[in-house]
């Protein structure tokens, strides 16, 4: 299989802290998602990829070539770091074009690259000014422009929302997203998790060193049937509604909310569910104004993976 | 049944004096520093010349007791002989007891002058840098000032972490030899011809202490990088002291200003003239051997001179200190 | 290579040590300059006072602390600047990060240094000639290389404190060095001293120097040249060997 990360075993100690424990997988290409709350190994992980850091056991591979001491793979990988810190007396141009050059471009063509990096993320306007004088969200696309500098197969980003204003997020992932239309395989690190839902949907849940889950949101969470799916509805004759529904359908809990005038139905078979309200609403006649599943996202499923008995 | 107010609750006891937030700040500064392997092991070693200076005491007590027979203080006077010179030796046989100040106040400015200004460098340079700079670099200024905290306070707080640390290796070693040394004289006489020491040796740790925390605080406060305050204190001293030696030795160029070169060589000039090492020996007479001690303490920089550049290195490095954290926060 | 090279070159210019730089190079030039003044400029015994003078104040006093500031820093300051990243994952081994960091301190270390010690020589109206500058010049372009060599792999090994313990090892080496003994021949010291006293071979050296005593220019040359090899190879293999963890990581 031609995965981006392929990993067995992959252990990696602090002394006696665990930074990563036991993790076996592999990254297929594409776009992908890393989440875990703070401390969970996310960025341990993502330094053992980018050949930072050693494996205390078991093997890593990275587009087929172990990344310890492997100075040519980093041709075909971009890393954009979480830690602020540039050199701050160069402007974004030069600290982006002297990255290129040691990327192994030549001078002539350097210079000409990081300014197209620059300008696709949105930072033509301030590149010439020292980066001393950036805020949190120019510091941000400088980042980042010099991860794509020279056209990586594989990019790397460790938290690359953090800092950004709502504005900032969404030129960021859109431009993430073109990224991925071009081809390119993307790891993206990060704990807010609904803007990395935007821009993939495959994802890998790490918490305490260990992955949890990895794959496509929908399916972790139909696989997770100790959980029982809570959907919201709305309806005139909720009442009415909520006894059908009751009777007929596999549903484990309902809970009413009359302020509201809505009630929550819970159940182990969110398929089935879905299938039996369409028949019996248009049977009834009874109305239905508004349904929503509030646990069928990451939030949820992380949530229920990481809670303990 | 009654329900429990468990939410906030203003606290309404009575704020502490000034004096225990400067306690605080040094307290922790104590804290920290203490942390450190190597200056645990250093103020260890500060206190070993000790283990040489107490026998030495005892020594001259023994020699210098009038009660006993000369000829029983045996090899004692020969080792008095070696570290006195023949002419004061040969006032143990008339005049025993009239030797003990002057010997006291040898053996106190080698204490000083010798040992305790090298490991002074070394324990400076470990607490000292990173005092300030360390907060000016995680902006923890911004924490200290949010509280009711004042510049004065703050600047107290953190000298006085310094100052602990080198009066660790100056003035309570030196009291506590003080107090051995009374312990292993013969009597109590030796306490009343030498009580004045108690205050020679304060002054002696003060004239190392003082200019010592303020030119290192002030390096400090120059960075928010400790490296370099560091670098700026040990060039002082290396740069120094090489300057004095090569100005003095080699090129033979003994203007009165050339020993201010070496804050050491200052510092030993100032503890001098407060034991009156000098003053002591002349008292006692004449002798080529004498001529070649007096030498030994002398210097052609004025003690005046030496005790104004002391000054002046505190006040220059005081004046700086109250400037940069007296400055605007910058974020 | 180039690339880690010019970076570090527009560090060491554009970064607030650089004061401390100027601050050390003008120190010499000011003493020299008092000298000048206070001093006897003629004279038996002027040039090999002048050697010494010079030769002390540059390559055991100044380039040994300014090789201890720039040295230990090659990967420390990008450690601590957590700029580290951005090198390691490029195409560039590692050992090469420090060997282009090297060459490029030392390249702005003795532009310096060579440039102070012409200014405090001409200060002190040129005394012992030619061969007095050339002698003190080599000495201090060995002392520029071996100490930052030493004190980068020094560097290396110890991120904590390692200025401390560079301290203690230059204060150590430097006393042991007027050792009569064997011992002294296990100091660069040693060989940079007999390195400058050989090309200069100032009048009345033996009274305080038997030739004898001092190794010969080669062996100097040669001691120097493989302390710097020794050095940097230790600097390198322990820059690809070791992981370097930022803070936020432990």
């Known amino acids: 299989m031609d995965a981006l990360v392929s990993a067995r075993n992959l252990t990696k100690l602090y002394g006696l802290v665990i930074g990563v424990n036991d993790v076996t997988l592999d990254i297929p290409k594409g776009v992908h ?27 890593l591979q990275v587009l087929g070539e172990r990344p310890w001491n492997n100075p040519s793979l980093f041709r075909r990988i971009g890393f954009c770091p979480e830690q602020d810190a540039f050199y701050s007396f160069l402007s974004a141009l030069e600290f982006v074009t002297v990255l290129a050059r040691m990327s192994g471009l030549s001078w002539s063509q350097a ?19 020292k980066i001393a004088t950036y805020s949190k969200g120019m510091r941000q696309r400088t980042k980042l422009a010099q991860a794509l500098v020279h056209d990586p197969e594989l990019l790397i980003l460790d938290e690359p929302l953090s800092g950004l204003d709502p504005v900032g997020r969404r030129e960021m992932t859109d431009l993430l997203n073109a990224l991925a239309k071009e081809g390119k395989g993307i790891l993206v690190s990060s704990h807010v998790l609904h803007e990395v839902q935007v821009v993939t949907k495959e994802f890998l849940l790490i918490y305490a060193g260990r992955v949890l889950a990895s794959g496509n949101v929908h399916e972790i969470r139909a696989l997770m049937n100790r959980h029982p799916h809570r959907i919201t509805l709305r309806s ?19 809970e009413l909310d009359e302020e509201k005038g809505s009630f929550s139905v819970l159940t182990r078979d969110p398929a089935g569910f879905y299938d039996g309200l369409g028949r019996i609403v248009l049977e009834s006649g009874l109305r239905v104004t508004e349904m929503v599943s509030e646990d069928d996202n990451l939030d949820a499923v992380f949530r229920y993976l990481v809670a303990r008995d | 049944m009654p329900i429990f107010e468990l939410g906030y609750r203003s606290w309404t006891g009575t704020l502490r004096p000034p004096a225990a937030r400067v306690w605080a700040i040094t307290k922790t500064g104590i804290a920290l520093a203490f942390r450190s392997k190597i200056l645990k092991r250093i103020v260890f070693m500060a206190w070993m010349p000790l283990l040489y200076f107490a026998p030495l005491f005892f020594g001259i007590g023994y020699v210098t007791d009038p009660t006993r027979d000369l000829e029983k203080r045996g090899f004692l006077v020969g080792i008095a002989q070696a570290f006195l010179g023949e002419t004061i030796s040969a006032r143990l046989v008339t005049d025993p007891e009239s030797v003990r100040p002057v010997a006291w106040s040898m053996a106190y400015h080698l204490y000083y002058s010798g040992f305790q200004a090298f490991f002074t460098m070394l324990v400076a340079a470990i607490v000292g840098p990173p005092l300030i700079s360390q907060d000016v670099r995680t902006k923890a200024f911004l924490l200290y000032f949010s ?24 003035l309570f070693p030196g009291l506590v030899l003080y107090g051995i040394s009374i312990a292993l004289s013969p009597n109590l006489v030796a306490f009343t011809q030498t009580a004045p020491m108690i205050g020679k040796i304060v002054a002696s740790s003060m004239i190392i202490a003082v200019p010592t925390t303020f030119v290192v605080l002030c390096f400090s406060s120059l960075t928010s990088d400790g490296r370099y305050a560091l670098m700026g204190w040990f060039s002082l001293c290396l740069i120094g002291e090489t300057t004095y030696h090569l100005f003095w030795r080699l090129l033979k160029i003994r203007e009165p200003w050339v020993p201010l070169f070496s804050l050491r060589e200052t510092m030993r ?5 407060v034991l009156n090492v000098q003053g002591q020996i002349s008292v006692l007479g004449v002798g080529k051997d004498l001529q070649r001690q007096l030498e030994s303490y002398s210097s052609t920089c004025p003690p005046e001179l030496a005790f104004g550049y002391l000054a002046g290195l505190f006040l220059v490095g005081l004046i ?12 | ?30 003493l020299s300059g008092l000298v000048r003044a206070f001093g006897d400029l003629q004279g038996d015994g002027l040039e090999l006072g002048m050697t010494y003078f010079l030769f002390f104040l540059y390559s055991q006093c100044v380039v040994p602390l300014l090789a201890l500031l720039y040295g230990t820093g090659i990967l420390n300051s990008e450690l601590e600047g957590k700029t580290l990243t951005y090198l390691t994952t490029r195409p560039i081994a590692k050992w090469k990060i420090v060997a282009s960091k090297y060459a490029a301190i030392s390249a702005c270390l003795l532009g310096a240094v060579l440039l102070s010690l012409l200014v405090s020589w001409i200060l002190l109206k040129a005394s012992g000639g030619a061969r007095l500058f050339l002698g003190l010049a080599a000495s201090s372009i060995g002392a520029t290389l071996v100490y930052t060599a030493v004190f980068a792999a020094l560097g290396s090994f110890f991120q904590k404190r390692p200025m401390i313990i560079g301290i203690v090892i230059g204060v150590v080496e430097f006393a042991i060095s007027f050792i009569p003994a064997l011992a002294r021949r296990m100091t660069v010291t040693h060989f940079l001293r007999s390195l400058a006293l050989r090309i200069i071979r100032p009048p009345h050296l033996e009274e305080i120097q038997p030739l004898a005593e001092l190794a010969e220019l080669g062996p100097s040359i040669a001691v120097v040249a493989g302390v710097i090899v020794l050095a940097l190879g230790v600097a390198a293999w322990v820059a690809s060997t070791r992981e370097y963890v930022m803070a936020e990581q432990v």
């Open chain 1, 236 to 254: 005139p004759d909720g009442r009415h509604l909520a006894q059908q529904l009751v009777r007929d359908l596999p549903i484990a809990g309902i």
């Open chain 2, 320 to 331: 700086v200190l109250w400037h940069r954290i007296s400055a605007p926060v910058r974020i």
């Open chain 1, 33 to 59: 998602g890393l989440l875990g709350p703070n401390g969970a190994g996310k960025s341990t992980l993502m330094k053992l990829i980018t050949g930072q850091l050693v494996p205390t056991e078991g093997e």
């Open chain 2, 147 to 170: 509280k009711p905290i004042t510049r004065v306070e703050y600047l107290l707080g953190k000298s006085g972490t310094l100052f602990f640390y080198l009066f660790m290796i100056t």
């Open chain 2, 269 to 273: 000039i100032g503890i001098e003239r």
């Open chain 1, 111 to 129: 210079q000409g690259r990081a300014a197209s990096a620059l300008e696709r993320v949105g930072a033509t306007e301030f590149m010439n000014r």
């Open chain 3, 1 to 30: 290579m180039d690339a880690v090279a010019l970076l570090q070159i527009r560090q060491f210019f554009g970064q607030k040590k650089i004061f401390l730089l100027v601050l050390f190079l003008a120190i010499p030039i000011g």
